[in-house]
Each structure stands twice: as structure tokens, then as C-alpha cells.
């Protein structure tokens, strides 16, 4: 027992030495973590990390440099470093930007304080909508015709929207079959679709620059990929080699094998965008009715 009291107070004594960690330590040491953790995994994910193993090297090189003594190569180096910050800076451009896209399309503050989103040109997303959806998805996997129909959601496609023609018809499955019928004007590129109606055709998205994504997939599933890394949108894809049918939701791409699934996934962002903005529709409602009833 004396052994293990004796333990203990060493134990003690030591730890004494340490400083001390408050709450704020730790609430600080849980940001740096996960900080480093998703700039760790946004580097893995992009070109960044083929770039960050050659900066790798020039560091390594750099040590030797040190250790040896070469001091000719060591005053190259140590001058070259602002501008090699600069250097980084450019070479990493597109990453960054599609990072602070990512970060923007997050609507931190609409998170907190949601606002009324009924006059909002993108609500509106009914079952019939879906049903249009689901059927002519699957009678264009059928015949393999490509397709690549992009659903937007809380953040404005606006910017894509102006890189193509604008249809602004109500969505039915005929009307997405036309469009991507082969050979026609309107069949290549994307189609952006806005609550119940296809907003514009032939729209070009951004492509992906993840290095996970399979290398069998082509061009259209990239695109798929790329525009939902940066926006928060839903995109459907049908290959026209396979008549695979997918969904690119928050940077990832997942084959949807039967009808009753992609309805699923889509009924989903139906119910999400629903309850968005309720309680200050409620009040503006309450608002409107009072200034009805005083007049």
C-alpha cells in the first residue's frame, strides 16, 4: 500500500509539472484537429497531393543541403523562398478556389437564421416532378441515351445556367427525352432544373479534379462530380456506354440500380427543402393576414 501511495505521489508530482490544459485548450487543440484533418483530406482528394510529394523532395533536398553544409545552394534557397510562396499560390489556384467554393455553399448563416424561401425560384420540387424524373431517366438507360440533369438546390446555378440556352418549360419526361435525344441541338451537355421546370439546356459544368474517382468513368460523370463538390445541387447521370444510372450529391457518386431508389433519393431533397424557412413563412403569413383584416 505504501508502494502504491508513493506511486502516486510521484505520478502527481510530475504531472505538476505540466501546464495546465482549461477548457479553452482543449476546445482550441479540437478546431487545429479537425482543421488539419480536412485540409489533410481535401489534399488527398485533389491534384494537391501529387504536388505536395514533389514539395516533399525539395524539402528533403533541402535538409541534405543543411546537414552537408552546401552553402552556396543553402543562399539560393533561402532567397528563392518568397517567391516560391507566391509560386504555391498559383499552382494550387484552381484547389483553392473550389475550396472556398465548398465553403461558401455551406450557408452557415442560413443554418442559423433560415429565412422565407417561398418566393424562392427553385421551391416547388412536387412528386409529379419526381415521377417525370425517375421515368425519363430509366427510358433513356434503357435505349443508353446519355443524360446529365442537374437539380438545384440551395445554392443559385445561375452562373452554369448562363453557359447554355434557356428552356424554362415545366419538366416532364418527354421534354428531358427530346433533350438528349442523339443528334439533336440540345443534347449535348447538361440540363439545369430549377423547382418544377427545366431552367436552361446545354450548360457546361466544372469537372472534378478528384483522383479518387474511377478512371473507367468519363467526362459526364467527372462534370456530375465536380459541379456537386461546389455547389450543394443533385445531379443525375445516365451513361450513354453502359445506361448506368447515378447520382453526384456532396463530391460523391453513387449508382442508383433501379427506379424505386431514385425516387427514394429524390423524394428525400423533396421533404429536406420542404420545412426550410417555416416559421418566418408562418410569421410573414400571420403578417399578411393582419394587414388584410385592418384594411
Request: charged share 20%; glycine share 6%; with cysteine.
Amino acid at each position: 500500500m505504501d508502494i502504491f501511495l508513493e506511486v502516486l505521489d510521484k505520478l502527481s508530482s510530475w504531472l505538476s509539472l505540466l501546464p495546465r490544459i482549461s477548457a479553452k485548450n482543449i476546445v482550441e487543440i479540437a478546431i487545429i484537429s479537425f482543421l488539419v484533418y480536412e485540409l489533410l483530406v481535401w489534399i488527398k482528394n485533389t491534384r494537391a497531393w501529387t504536388l505536395l510529394k514533389g514539395l516533399l523532395v525539395i524539402f528533403a533536398f533541402s535538409v541534405v543541403v543543411v546537414l552537408f553544409k552546401l552553402d552556396t545552394i543553402l543562399w539560393i534557397i533561402k532567397n528563392i523562398t518568397a517567391i516560391a510562396v507566391t509560386a504555391l499560390l498559383v499552382v494550387f489556384q484552381p484547389e483553392l478556389r473550389k475550396a472556398l467554393e465548398q465553403l461558401g455553399s455551406q450557408n452557415i448563416i442560413t443554418n442559423f437564421l433560415p429565412v422565407d424561401s417561398s418566393g424562392k425560384e427553385g421551391s416547388g420540387f412536387n412528386e409529379r416532378t419526381v415521377n417525370e424524373l425517375v421515368r425519363a431517366t430509366f427510358e433513356m438507360a434503357k435505349v443508353k441515351t446519355g443524360a446529365l440533369m442537374v437539380i438545384e438546390r440551395g445554392t443559385s446555378l445561375k452562373e452554369i445556367e448562363r453557359t447554355g440556352i434557356e428552356i424554362n418549360g415545366l419538366i416532364s419526361s418527354q421534354l428531358l427525352i427530346n433533350i438528349f435525344e442523339h443528334n439533336t441541338p440540345l443534347h449535348d451537355g447538361a440540363v439545369v432544373i430549377r423547382g418544377n421546370r427545366v431552367a436552361a439546356a446545354t450548360c457546361y459544368l466544372p469537372l472534378s479534379d478528384n483522383m479518387s474517382i474511377n478512371k473507367a468513368l468519363g467526362t459526364r460523370h467527372r462534370a456530375a462530380v465536380g459541379v456537386s463538390e461546389s455547389t450543394d445541387s443533385l445531379t443525375i447521370v445516365v451513361s450513354e456506354e453502359t445506361g448506368r444510372v447515378s447520382v453526384a450529391q456532396e463530391g460523391h457518386l453513387q449508382t442508383v440500380s433501379d427506379a424505386e431508389t431514385l425516387r427514394t433519393i429524390l423524394s428525400g431533397i423533396r421533404e429536406t427543402a420542404e420545412p426550410s424557412g417555416s416559421r418566418f413563412r408562418l410569421w410573414k403569413g400571420r403578417l399578411i393576414n393582419g394587414k388584410k383584416a385592418d384594411k
